[in-house]
């Protein structure tokens, strides 16, 4: 190879890195992960304390349960799934993915007359 070729290489390959590089540039680094991990233990802390204390809390013992788990739900979806730092097309399919999940869900739910009993 002449010396002009291995240039010509060399800066081809730079300049995929580079664009690698920037595709990455936004997602978090190990430490966030880390916060993100110990924000999620937390939460589970919580949520096992919710039930050992669910005589006192009435009627707000389920709502204070879900609120917890979608907030660990939307955690895990926009860090570990780098919802949050890709491109907004693949937040937009995975929502329409849950709203027919959820949809699927109630209309079984409807069609086994769970809400009439």
């Known amino acids: 190879m002449s010396d002009i ?3 010509q290489t060399t800066s081809e390959i730079e300049a ?11 997602h978090p680094s190990p430490k966030e992960y ?3 991990f110990l ?5 589970t802390t919580g949520e096992v304390a919710l039930y050992y204390l669910r005589d006192g809390l009435g009627g707000w013992f389920i709502p204070m349960l879900f ?3 979608f ?3 939307a955690l895990v979806v926009l860090w570990f799934m780098h919802l949050r730092f890709d491109d907004r097309r693949f937040s937009r ?5 849950l709203a027919l999940a959820a949809t699927l869900y109630l209309v079984v ?3 086994f007359r769970v809400f009439l009993r």
């Not at 995929?16 to 936004?26: K, L």
């Not at 924000?39 to 939460?43: D, G, M, N, P, V």
């Open 5 to 7: 070729q291995i240039e």
């Open 16 to 26: 995929i890195h580079e664009e690698h590089a920037d595709a990455h540039a936004g």
């Open 34 to 36: 880390v916060r993100i």
């Open 39 to 43: 924000i999620l233990a937390a939460i």
């Open 67 to 69: 609120g917890l788990a």
């Open 71 to 73: 907030t660990k739900f």
């Open 93 to 97: 399919f995975f929502l329409m993915g």
């Open 109 to 111: 739910l409807i069609s």
